[in-house]
Structures are given as C-alpha cells and as structure tokens.
C-alpha cells in the first residue's frame, strides 16, 4: 500500500472511530443523562444506561489493551463485560466511566494514526487479528451500542429533540 493510501486508511479509522458519519457521536450520546434514569432498566432492553455504559467502556478497552499488550487477558464472557448491577456503584461513576471511554478510544486512535504501526500485520500473539481489525471492530462494536443508548434515552423520554 502506498503512503498516501496508508494516510488516508488511517484519517478514514480515526473518523469512524469518533463516529458522528453515519451515528451519534459518544459524547452527544451521554451528554446530559439524567442521573436518576442511569441506572433504569426499561421492560424488554435488559439492561440499564449504565450497564451498556460500562460494557462499550470494558469493550473498547478489552480491545484497545489487546492490540497494545501481548499479555493481556480479556475479562470472562459475558460477566466480564457487563457490569451485575444496574444502577451506577457511586455519584462519580458515570463521569469516571466516560473519562474512561474518552481517554481508551483516544488511545486507540493514536495506535491507528502512528505509522510505525503496520495496520495489516497480524499480531504474534493473536489468531490473525490486526490493528486494522481491532480498530474497526471497536468503531462498530461503539456504533451498535450508541444506536442502543440513543435509543433507550428515547423510550426513557431523556434524548433532546432538535
């Protein structure tokens, strides 16, 4: 791949891993959560904002941490990726989950954007997953989970209409 092309891969990651293409972006997404709403379980969804929250949060930096740490070994499916609880443990919680998020996903676009790092070359400690894949599998695993928190603020009659 030539250069330019590689530049120009790695600005298209970046882009869909911010998100707000074709989806919300995170931060819209969580801005303003009513507090007594974060941890509300509506009937048929399974789980609360803050549990999906947390998951996209354990998620992102599962992957993250993957794709930076040949030793690292991911949480126990699926409790390891969902929070028991649905209410937030704490009144910092949410803002720390967040800060959490925001500071994994920026990580990760600085893994993306390094050119000393080769998109397409299979990591020694994976079965073929490459930073290409992780990234790309992070921007759609946060975009399918947006959409669910988009959505459960809209039920919950918590997402501002324009």
Do not use: C
Not at 35 to 48: E, F, M, N, T
Not at 129 to 135: D, G, I, M, N, V
Not at 141 to 158: E, P, S, T, W
Request: glycine residues 8%.
């Amino acid at each position: 791949m030539k250069v330019a092309e590689t530049v120009q891969l790695r600005e298209q990651l970046i882009g869909l891993l911010e998100g707000g293409q074709a989806h919300a972006e995170f931060d819209a997404a969580v801005a303003d959560m009513p507090p007594g709403l974060r941890g509300r379980v509506i009937d048929g969804a399974g789980y609360s904002p803050w549990q999906l929250l947390e998951h996209m949060r354990i998620a992102q930096w599962d992957i993250l941490e993957f794709s930076r740490n040949p030793r690292h070994v991911s949480p126990k499916w699926p409790e390891g990726y969902w929070p028991p609880d649905p209410a937030p443990p704490g009144a910092q919680a949410w803002d720390e989950s967040i800060g959490r998020f925001r500071a994994d996903l920026e990580a990760m676009k600085e893994l993306v954007n390094d050119p000393e790092n080769d998109l397409n070359k299979p990591f020694q400690h994976g079965q073929g997953q490459t930073l290409l894949r992780e990234a790309l599998l992070a921007a759609d695993h946060n975009a399918y989970h947006l959409g669910q928190f988009v959505l459960l603020r809209k039920i919950m009659g918590a997402w501002p209409e324009k």
